[in-house]
Every structure is written in structure tokens, then in C-alpha cells.
Nanobody, 124 residues
Framework: QVQLVESGGGLVQAGGSLRLSCAVS????????MGWFRQTPGKESDFIAA????????TYADSVKGRFTISRDNAKNTLYLQMNSLKPEDTAVYSC?????????????????WGQGTQVTVSS
């Protein structure tokens, strides 16, 4: 069973930065596409960013393009999300997800494993 554990969330002022990490168990990390999603109470999970298994290709939601950067270190089984120029509307629970294929997708339903999430709160 693959386990995902996020860290790095917290409270930050608008305009600030945070870096989220997602540690993934198992020896086949590079074969999984990875994604970041966020959710606010009463709403569906929103796609933020995704990255292919090799890390060669990334995709972003329009709302975070130019501000957020997804990356991965396959030697460390770790996924990252660097978030800059944070806005109050970025406040949400952020979760990482793994897909049992190297090809990424923006659809939450395409992912097989999920972390428990980490809270990010941006104050105005």
C-alpha cells in the first residue's frame, strides 16, 4: 500500500510563500504521476498542479500558474509544491495524490492514493 504524508502547511500573510512536501512510501515512486489538489469546506477538490513520473512535464491550474511550482525528487520519494505570492483565496486544505501511471491528469478521479492533507491559511 502506498502512503502519502504532506507537510509544510501553516499560516502566512498575503504575498508570502510556503513550500509543501509530500513524502511517498514505496520503491516505485518514479512510476507514479503526482498531483496537488486543494479543497475548501463544502466544495469539491480543485486541481492545482500535476507532474509526470519522470518530472519532465508539469501542468497547472490557471489560478496558480506563475505563482506555484510543482517538482519532485525521485531519489527521495518526495513531491513538492512551492507557493509564492499567496492570496487569501489560496486558503484551503492541500492534498497530494499519486496515480499508478507515469502520465499526469487534472482529474481527481484518476488518482489512486491520497494524503491526509495539510491546512494552508493565507491572511489578508
Amino acid at each position: 500500500q502506498v502512503q502519502l504524508v504532506e507537510s509544510g502547511g501553516g499560516l502566512v500573510q498575503a504575498g508570502g510563500s510556503l513550500r509543501l512536501s509530500c513524502a511517498v512510501s514505496g520503491r516505485t515512486f518514479s512510476t507514479y504521476a503526482m498531483g496537488w489538489f486543494r479543497q475548501t469546506p463544502g466544495k469539491e477538490s480543485d486541481f492545482i498542479a500535476a507532474i509526470t513520473g519522470s518530472g519532465a512535464r508539469t501542468t497547472y491550474a490557471d489560478s496558480v500558474k506563475g505563482r506555484f511550482t510543482i517538482s519532485r525528487d525521485n531519489a527521495k520519494n518526495t513531491l513538492y509544491l512551492q507557493m509564492n505570492s499567496l492570496k487569501p483565496e489560496d486558503t484551503a486544505v492541500y492534498s497530494c495524490a499519486a496515480r499508478r501511471t507515469p502520465w499526469s491528469s487534472p482529474a481527481p478521479v484518476d488518482y489512486d492514493y491520497w494524503g491526509q492533507g495539510t491546512q494552508v491559511t493565507v491572511s489578508s
